[in-house]
């Protein structure tokens, strides 16, 4: 690309277009505001200085049509927020065979003209928008509604606009780079999360307009853009089924509540705040309908912090729990319990036969199996029932006619003469007898055959499957040893036997729920979209596929950030290969948040990790190497933690984050900070959103998704071992969190490694 402006030779003219689509998006808004009587009024108002086009004098034409007007509150919105940057891009289009070289400016939601139904702006969604982000200046092609339309691509021209005024105009061929992106990375953090639609790339961009009817899965390096690309998806999504689909069939599912404040800041600009998002334990309590006791996991914080057995043996718990061999373990209890529901009793109403065994169970395990085993059987019982009521005034009447006609035939024989009087009031009794218990068996029959079956809730059930070790290890065909089953039962039972349980197990009892009871339909998403989903396990994903009954799953994540891993996956393959046979897999190695010096070092400890990936390719853009600096005492700690802020802040970052490796060297960093400068740290926790103004003090695994313009990565009694792997993943998290400056400050150089 070549800087041109503000020369550009067509600066006015892009100057006056840009004028005319800030005045036609008033007159649309204020229009929509007022009625759209006022129309020509504020077209006069509007355009009455300019010539303003072929349309002038057509607009009387359109006040006939309501519709034009009739916006949605969120079209109105978007078009409100739309003022300041209509457009950002345009491209020049000739369709094969027409004679007519099309512009089309596009921006972030799309206006028409209402005169001629000409598009002003086109959204960045619309199928020939993709010409911007896939398609070189020359021959090229974009889809729209399973048609492909062939042509020249002439021009594309990107604009910078700020606040409304055209600053800047610059054409794109084929030898430049992107300056616009360029530009766009240098930004300082705040809000960078929506900047990005005017700079997608070509390898983002396929990925956000993949088959929306397929899964995908992405392996993205770090800063990628992998957080960025599943909510443009989701936009690209809505955009492409508005009419059909209520955006709350959408699902993301963050890694925590922290992660959903960042990334909800995004939202309203792409369209999507009214997608649901939440956490993977908060999605299965909303399945379950059940608030639980959820035991806080610190298997990782004591990983990170004590090496003890005790820790080995809660992760190698929680990694079979999550694995495909638990699966197994599950679909033979399954089997198991489905089969207690078998029964060789017939369903008899007082004397009648009204069902048979053979049929019930027929039913029960073939024709409706694509219940859970309880609907099944409310499904069965409200057969039964509606059985009854069909031959109840039947039996009733078989009834009262056998005694009926024994009553006639004594009233009418001769030999009962004698005894007439007390067999007839005999036989009336026994009628009414035989009538009312009928009736009782009429009421009762139905509930009482289905006594034979148990019933129990989900918890009992979980209870079960981890009371016999003998069982769970038969069922594990061999991958649980009988000394391991014991080890599993035991530890899991500690709990649960309180009403509590751990992370892990939420994905069993998604399992078991989806399978006994079932998810109601109203917690069901669609489309679900995954942030971080190397951190969840093969037993999440795959009891979340069969909860939600689609495999329509974005999956976005990167293995080498997986510190999770004693628990999640150690490859995407048996993601790919068994749970979602139907997705794409793409990889992702451009790295578009940190610069080339700063990913050069992280690149270092990506060679430490058992991954084949290749290095992380950043993009151009330099700045400083990261620095090391060492401290004797925590005041000359915290005096460069000072420093850095200060001297960033002049440089004009407004974001700074301490990482630490574990919690224990964040309270500390923060209290000496603290102390030092009241109000203005924030040490953060879990559940916290973050704050714009503070210094950020975050222990690594805390920071994994988040960014800041500034990281300085400290340690006090910490030190990052190269000999484990855990502790290579949680420095590479660290040091990948930087847009632009990165610094070590420790002890001594061995606390990190490769300083
Ligand atoms: N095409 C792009 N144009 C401009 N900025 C981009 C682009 N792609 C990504 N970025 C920026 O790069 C940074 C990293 O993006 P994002 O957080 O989505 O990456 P990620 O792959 O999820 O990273 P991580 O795995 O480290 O969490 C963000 O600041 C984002 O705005």
Redesign the pocket.
């Known amino acids: 690309m070549t800087k041109e402006s503000p020369i550009h030779p067509d600066f006015s003219i892009e100057s006056e277009r840009l004028e005319f689509t800030k005045r036609y998006i008033d007159v649309v808004i204020s229009t929509s505001l007022t009625s759209k009587e006022k129309y020509k009024e504020n077209m006069e108002k509007a355009f009455g200085d300019i010539d303003w086009g072929e349309s002038s004098a057509a607009y009387i034409d359109i006040l006939t049509n309501s519709s034009f007007f009739e916006m949605s509150k969120e079209e109105l919105e978007s078009l409100t927020k739309a003022k300041t940057k209509p457009y950002f891009a345009r491209i020049d289009f000739q369709h094969e065979g027409s004679g007519k070289v099309e512009k089309h400016y596009i921006g972030k939601t799309s206006l028409y003209q209402r005169e001629n139904q000409e598009q002003i702006i086109v959204d960045w969604r619309s199928p020939i928008a993709n010409l911007y982000y896939e398609g070189r200046i020359g021959d090229v092609s974009y889809e729209a509604e399973g048609e492909t339309y062939e042509g020249d691509l002439s021009l594309k021209r990107q604009y910078m606009i700020e606040d409304g005024l055209l600053e800047e105009i610059r054409d794109i061929d084929l030898t430049t780079t992107d300056e616009l992106?360029q530009d766009?990375?240098a930004k300082s953090s705040s809000n960078?999360?929506t900047e990005?639609i005017s700079?997608?790339?070509e390898e983002?961009n396929r990925i956000i307009r993949a088959d929306l009817n397929k899964p995908i899965i992405v392996q993205?390096a770090?800063?990628?853009?992998?957080?960025?690309i599943a909510l443009h998806r989701i936009s690209y999504f809505i955009y492409n089924y508005k009419q059909h689909f209520d955006p709350r069939q959408l699902m993301i599912l963050a890694p925590s509540n922290l992660f959903i404040d960042y990334i909800s800041e995004a939202l309203p600009e792409l369209g999507v705040e009214r997608v649901r998002q939440t956490t993977f334990t908060d999605y299965v309590m909303t399945c379950l309908e059940k608030k639980l006791t959820i035991v806080e996991d610190h298997k990782l914080i004591q990983l990170i912090e004590t090496h003890d057995e005790k820790v080995e043996t809660a992760s190698w718990i929680s990694g079979f729990k999550g694995s495909k061999a638990f699966r197994r373990i599950l679909e033979h209890y399954i089997e198991e319990v489905e089969q207690r529901f078998y029964t060789s009793k017939d369903f008899y109403v007082d004397k009648y036969k009204l069902y048979t065994a053979k049929r019930f169970t027929h039913l029960f395990k073939e024709e409706y199996t694509y219940m859970p085993i309880y609907r099944r059987m409310d499904k069965l019982k409200s057969l039964l029932q509606s059985y009854v009521r069909s031959n109840k005034k039947q039996m009733v009447e078989k009834v009262e006619k056998f005694f009926d006609e024994r009553i006639e035939t004594a009233l009418f024989e001769r030999s009962k003469a004698g005894n007439r009087k007390e067999y007839v009031s005999k036989a009336l009794d026994k009628k009414i007898e035989r009538v009312d218990e009928i009736k009782k068996a009429i009421r009762t029959s139905v509930n009482g055959y289905m006594k034979q079956f148990e019933k129990k809730n989900l918890h009992q059930y979980f209870i079960e499957l981890f009371s016999d070790p003998v069982r769970l290890a038969s069922y594990s065909k061999g991958e649980l040893s009988g000394r391991q089953a014991e080890q599993l039962c035991q530890y899991t039972l500690k709990y649960a036997k309180k009403k509590q349980y751990e992370v892990e197990d939420l994905a069993i009892l998604l399992y078991l729920q989806s399978h006994l009871f079932g998810i109601d339909k109203f917690h069901k998403a669609k489309n679900i979209v995954i942030d971080e989903a190397q951190d969840y396990s093969y037993m999440q994903l795959y009891s979340l596929k069969r909860a939600l009954e689609t495999d329509m799953f974005t999956l976005v994540g990167?293995l080498a950030?997986g510190i999770h891993s004693y628990r999640g996956l150690q490859s995407w393959e048996p993601v790919y290969r068994d749970i979602f046979p139907r997705a794409t897999y793409t990889e992702l190695q451009k790295s578009?948040?940190t610069t080339i010096e700063i990913m050069e070092e992280a690149n270092k400890l990506l060679s430490l990790l058992p991954y084949d990936f290749p290095k992380v390719n950043p993009v151009v853009r330099h700045g400083d190497a990261p620095s090391f600096d060492e401290y004797v005492d925590v005041d000359e700690l915290a005096s460069f933690i000072e420093n850095k802020v200060d001297s960033g802040r002049k440089e004009g970052f407004q974001t700074f984050a301490v990482i630490g490796k574990s919690m224990k060297d964040c309270v500390e960093i923060s209290e000496i900070l603290q102390e030092r400068q009241p109000g203005k740290v924030k040490l953060l926790e879990e559940q916290e959103s973050i704050p714009k103004d503070q210094i950020v003090v975050v222990p690594s695994y805390l920071s994994?998704?988040l960014?800041f313009d500034v990281v300085i990565i400290a340690a006090v009694e910490e030190s990052f071992n190269r000999e484990n792997e855990l502790d290579i993943k949680l420095q590479y998290v660290a040091m990948?969190r930087p847009?632009h400056k990165l610094a070590f400050i420790g002890k001594k150089r061995e606390q990190f490694i490769g300083q």
Request: proline share 0%; charged share 20%; glycine share 14%.
């Open positions: 992106l766009s990375l960078r999360l990005i700079t997608i790339q983002q993205g770090a800063g990628s853009g992998k957080t960025t990167d950030q578009y948040r994994k998704g960014e990948t847009l």
